[in-house]
Nanobody, 124 residues
Framework: QVQLVESGGGSVQAGGSLTLSCLAPGRTFRGNAMGWFRQAPGKDREFVAGISGSGGSTSYADSVQGRFTISRDNAKTLVDLQMNSLKPEDTAVYYC?????????????????WGRGTQVTVSS
């Protein structure tokens, strides 16, 4: 069983920043695209950002484009999500997930391993 472990969540005021990190086992990390998703109370889980296996390609949800940055360090098997200019509507549990394939996608069915999530709360 692959375990992905998220960290870095917390509470911040609107306009603030947080960086989430996801640590993944090495042999199941390299070559796979990775993604971040989030689920707000009473809402479905949604795609936030994705990065290809090499880190050369990224994609973002429209709601976070220009504010969030996803990156990966394959040597350290880490995937980070830098979140700037946070808004109250960014409040959610954030999940890291591993894609079955090299290229990222927004389809949750393409992701086979998930972390337990980390809470992000943004107050106005």
């Amino acid at each position: 069983q692959v375990q992905l472990v998220e960290s870095g969540g917390g509470s911040v005021q609107a306009g603030g920043s947080l960086t989430l990190s996801c640590l993944a086992p090495g042999r199941t990390f390299r070559g796979n695209a990775m993604g971040w998703f989030r689920q707000a109370p009473g809402k479905d889980r949604e795609f936030v950002a994705g990065i290809s296996g090499s880190g050369g390609s990224t994609s973002y949800a429209d709601s976070v484009q220009g504010r969030f940055t996803i990156s990966r360090d394959n040597a350290k098997t880490l995937v980070d999500l830098q979140m700037n200019s946070l808004k109250p509507e960014d409040t959610a549990v954030y999940y890291c997930a591993r894609n079955r394939y090299y290229d990222f996608s927004i389809q949750q069915d393409d992701y086979d391993y998930w972390g337990r999530g980390t809470q992000v709360t943004v107050s106005s």
